[in-house]
C-alpha cells in the first residue's frame, strides 16, 4: 500500500506543477527573448567596446 500511495501523490504532484511550471517560465522567457532583441540586456561589455572604438 505505501508504494501505490506513493505513485499516486508522485503523479498528483507532477501533473499540478508542470502547468504551474510553464505558466511561470514561458512569459519570462519570453521576456528574456524580447530584452535582447531590444537591447535592454547585452551581452557585449560596454567598457570594452568603448576603449575599442577609442584606439581606432
Known amino acids: 500500500m505505501p ?5 499516486i501523490g508522485l503523479m498528483t504532484g507532477f501533473t ?4 504551474l511550471l ?5 512569459p519570462a522567457a ?3 527573448v524580447v530584452s535582447i532583441i531590444n537591447g535592454d540586456i ?4 560596454e567598457e570594452m567596446n ?3 572604438i ?3
Open 3 to 7: 508504494l501505490f500511495f506513493s505513485s
Open 30 to 32: 519570453v521576456m528574456i
Open 42 to 45: 547585452s551581452f557585449i561589455d
Open 50 to 52: 568603448a576603449i575599442i
Open 16 to 19: 499540478v506543477i508542470f502547468p
Open 54 to 56: 577609442e584606439e581606432e
Open 22 to 26: 510553464g505558466i511561470i517560465t514561458l
